[in-house]
């Protein structure tokens, strides 16, 4: 497997040509959009690795700490500097970190990963709850613009949410403040259990005023400004669909059914940027695909185009929502195929019950470790090996309902003692909904019918 970096989902047509050309040529056409806004190839040989570097580096692009105990890609606002509705655009602090404090040595071998986002944008658009570490924009009643910090999330077999360190950095301050916090957490972070040695661990062990304590006297030198909590963004994070730029031309958000695409795909895909766009293309935390600069007048066109791709700028709730990890096809500690099946899922879904009028976050996990968010879907489903109705041992799945990030962020209930099997997932989801649509209060959202449910209905 290799991991293609694309820090903040920047990439232009000229470099997605080339990963598609990898792909093609390297990779038996497999490509992934992941939820780390990388690109993800598989079936690479050893032997053709230095070729897909010299490729990769003619594009200015790499797998630099794609992998290991190491900072991995940087999460950032797929539209920084573009979207109409942005507080402030971090890509210089992006840019920042990636090129200049990224490639000190010292910070090649932390305790284990560690996860970083930052955006500006209004939307938080990059699930800031989950990650070791984030910069939030905000709006400071003296300072302007600027960034609330979150620390100390990670999901897995013990799943935390980040807490806010209470401060309000300023843009310039962003750098200095990651390199604060990824040196506490190389200095402390817990090396001897490696189940153990994730920020989070330390976080909690310490708590975050303790953390900005030794941030503040042993790291940065200086106190940090006092921070209040940003608003809590509204409606969907992602971006699906027809957008504003700030210069008036439109940014269009399209979604690959899980991030799920091929190399000659890619490569169409690249034209079509050129053709309709200025080439500028966009990866996002939410597997989308973003084609910027478009103007008024050829989005039809460019609409159409995806469409023939089978790419919908408006598609239905359950294949917008939908999320799953790599699966037992590509992953050593998977237990169930996932990636394939979401994309019958969601097609069964449609055919079955058309659309839904509210958000529903489905998310299919190979195994415990919840690279797919298990915990956090309206309907979660970690997968295992269950017993069906004729004693055999089959793929199947646990359910967790009503997680969710944004308004009052928490983790899915799980079903004690309720297993689904593979096939019959799409009945069990069908059985699901309709049960919600038709006990739904007005204007109650799937989580809200969940936390209220009888375990019967949930069945």
């Avoid at 990898?22 to 032997?47: K, M, P, Y």
């Avoid at 608003?231 to 031309?249: F, K, T």
């Avoid at 995806?306 to 237990?335: H, M, Q, W, Y």
């Avoid at 049960?435 to 204007?443: E, F, M, S």
Wanted: glycine share 10%; charged share 25%; hydrophobic share 35%.
């Amino acid at each position: 497997m290799m991991r293609i970096r694309l820090d903040g989902g920047v990439v232009n047509s000229e470099q997605l040509t080339v990963i598609g050309e990898i792909s093609r040529d390297f990779a038996c056409g497999t490509a992934d959009f992941t939820d780390r806004q990388n690109v993800q190839l598989h079936w690479i040989r050893i032997e053709d690795v230095p070729e897909i570097w010299d490729r990769l580096n003619s594009v200015g692009l790499s797998t630099n700490f794609g992998c290991g105990d190491v900072p991995r890609v940087i999460l950032g606002s797929p539209v920084a500097g573009v979207a109409a509705d942005e507080i402030i655009d971090a890509t210089p602090a992006i840019e920042e970190i990636k090129n200049n404090r990224l490639p000190k040595p010292e910070y090649s071998n932390l305790p284990r990963k560690f996860k970083t986002a930052i955006s500006g944008n209004s939307r938080q658009d990059v699930t800031h709850e989950i990650q070791d570490l984030s910069f939030i924009g905000v709006r400071h009643s003296e300072h302007g613009p600027g960034f609330d910090v979150w620390v100390g999330s990670g999901l897995s077999t013990n799943p935390m949410l980040a807490q806010r360190l209470g401060v309000f950095v300023s843009l310039d301050e962003v750098p200095d403040v990651w390199e604060g916090i990824v040196s506490i957490f190389r200095d402390y972070g817990y090396r001897r259990l490696r189940n153990r040695a994730r920020l989070k661990f330390l976080v909690a062990d310490w708590g975050v005023e303790k953390l900005r304590s030794v941030l503040e006297n042993d790291y940065l030198g200086h106190p940090l400004r006092d921070g209040a909590e940003p608003p809590v963004a509204p409606g969907y994070r992602d971006h699906i669909g027809v957008h504003d730029q700030q210069d008036g031309l439109k940014y269009v958000g399209v979604k690959p059914t899980v991030g799920h695409t091929e190399g000659r795909q890619l490569i169409r895909l690249a034209e079509l940027a050129d053709k309709f766009g200025s080439g500028r293309i966009r990866t996002t935390p939410n597997k989308e695909l973003l084609f910027l600069d478009v103007k008024p007048g050829r989005v039809p066109d460019l609409l159409h185009a995806l469409d023939n791709e089978g790419l919908s700028a408006k598609p239905s709730s359950f294949r917008r929502d939908v999320i799953s990890c790599t699966g037992l096809e590509f992953c050593k500690l998977a237990l169930v195929v996932t990636k394939q099946r979401a994309i019958r899922l969601a097609d069964e879904l449609e055919e079955r019950l058309g659309d839904l009028d509210v958000p529903l976050k489905i998310s299919l996990n190979g195994c415990p470790n919840s690279c797919a968010r298990t915990q956090l879907a309206d309907i979660g489903l970690k997968g295992q090996i269950v017993t069906d109705q004729d004693g055999n041992r089959v793929e199947g799945f646990q359910v967790h309902l009503g997680g969710a990030l944004g308004f009052h962020p928490d983790f899915g209930r799980k079903l004690r003692g309720h297993k689904v099997t593979s096939a019959g997932l799409a009945d069990y989801v069908e059985r699901l909904v309709t049960k919600y649509k038709a006990d739904r209060n007005k204007g109650e959202q799937f989580r809200e019918w969940v936390l209220r449910a009888p375990d019967e209905d949930l069945q």
